[in-house]
């Protein structure tokens, strides 16, 4: 039984001023006491690297857990503007995001840097959600399995064992768009991802990994999203930066 996973993206969103408003009504919009939330579903932020610090002070004292939104795969060095592992770990976050498609799109964030990031972070005790998902043009050309498995393939062929890989299907024509994939067309593609993990990790491994669906996932399609088996909770972006709309995303996961 996989448990499921909340993990709200705040991209370039927020202040540091806005974070205790943010967190005492996201945890009165829950209802529950911080036991019982963390009992019955992991809740996660990614947020910018200059929040991390407080945000993971305010929310580590609700079980809820803080990520990084991208990090380098070099351990240090001459790489202006980057952020590494132990940089984030000295922060006691042990979570981020890699290959997110904003970041392959605006940012040149490839197949193979993803790979080198996805090797580091599990190489050096940090759990990587790798995003993979495929654009409009490449759905309507019925690309999407061919896409998604090379971004799958790229990652997988360094690595050996999963340790404790989270995957994210978020297909790029339903980011930020308000017109998510149907809760068949995502059990579609994350039943694909979960072949893919079984036929290199075995299929009682692949069924211990989370694969998060990602995609204008709001408190209006998640029933729907998580009535399907191979959907473990949902990356969300827009609804995320609503203390009320995540609080009712993250009851429905229980
Ligand atoms: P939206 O939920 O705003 O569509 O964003 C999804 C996303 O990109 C999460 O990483």
């Known amino acids: 039984m996989r448990k499921k996973l909340l993990a709200g993206n705040w991209k370039m969103n927020k202040l540091n001023a806005e974070l205790s408003d943010y967190f005492e009504q996201f ?44 990090v380098h795969w070099e351990k240090s060095g001459a790489f202006t503007g980057e952020v590494s592992i132990s940089m984030l770990k000295e922060l006691r976050v042990q979570t981020t995001l890699i290959g997110h498609s904003e970041r392959r799109q ?6 193979e840097t993803v790979t080198k990031k996805v090797k580091a972070c599990l190489e050096n005790g940090m759990t990587p959600i790798v995003c993979v998902g495929e654009r409009r043009e490449e759905r309507e050309q019925g690309k999407t399995s061919q896409v998604v498995s090379r971004q799958m393939q ?27 994939a149907t809760s068949d067309q995502a ?16 299929k009682g491994t692949a069924d211990t990994i989370r694969i998060l669906y990602g995609g204008s996932a709001s408190p209006k399609n998640v029933d729907d999203l998580f009535t399907k088996p191979d959907i473990d909770g949902c990356l969300v972006g827009g609804a995320s930066l609503k203390p009320d709309e995540f609080a009712a995303m993250v009851l429905a996961g229980r």
């Open 106 to 111: 605006y940012f040149g964030e490839t197949d």
């Open 154 to 180: 790229a990652f997988l062929e360094v690595i050996s064992s999963p340790g404790s890989l989270i995957v994210a299907y978020e297909p790029v024509w339903a980011i930020g768009t308000g017109l998510s």
């Open 27 to 70: 945890t009165k919009a829950l209802r529950l006491n911080e036991t019982q939330v963390k009992n019955q579903v992991d809740t996660l932020f990614a947020v910018p690297y200059l929040l991390l610090e407080k945000s993971a002070s305010i929310a580590q004292k609700f079980g809820i857990s803080i990520a990084a939104q991208n």
């Open 187 to 202: 059990q579609e593609v994350h039943a694909l991802i979960r072949d893919i993990l079984s036929k290199k990790f075995g």
